[in-house]
């Protein structure tokens, strides 16, 4: 089976930087990886994705310029920088795996990010 978990979520305040992580396992080789977050009475928002070799990465509008997705396959592991955070960034942000440029086969449980003025 695919698993994943996020962690490093966090309270930070506007203007920081923040750098949550997603550790996969089970049978992810190939598969692109990407983050979505949701923030509450809101739909959910694609954030980042970036394919299996690394060599292309997509980025939504309101994070293009602030945010880095990464990824260290043999660590199994995909991560997302988060710099000049803003309130409205507060949110749980999820992992997903899947096709690239949104993938969305598999979820991890979400990490929750809150950005305070």
């Known amino acids: 089976q695919v698993q994943l978990v996020e962690s490093g979520g966090g309270l930070v305040q506007a203007g920081g930087s923040l750098r949550v992580s997603c550790a996969h396992s089970g049978r992810t080789f190939g598969y692109a990886m990407g983050w979505f977050r949701q923030a509450p009475g809101k739909e959910r928002e694609f954030v980042a994705s970036i394919n299996w070799i690394g060599s292309a990465t997509s980025y939504g509008a309101s994070v293009k310029g602030r945010f880095t997705i990464s990824r260290e396959n043999a660590k199994n592991t995909v991560y997302l920088q988060m710099n000049s955070l803003k309130p409205e960034d507060t949110a749980v942000y999820y992992c997903?795996?899947?096709?690239?440029?949104?993938?969305?086969?598999?979820w991890g449980q979400g990490t929750q990010v809150t950005v305070s003025s």
């Open positions: 997903a795996a899947g096709s690239y440029p949104s993938p969305g086969d598999y």
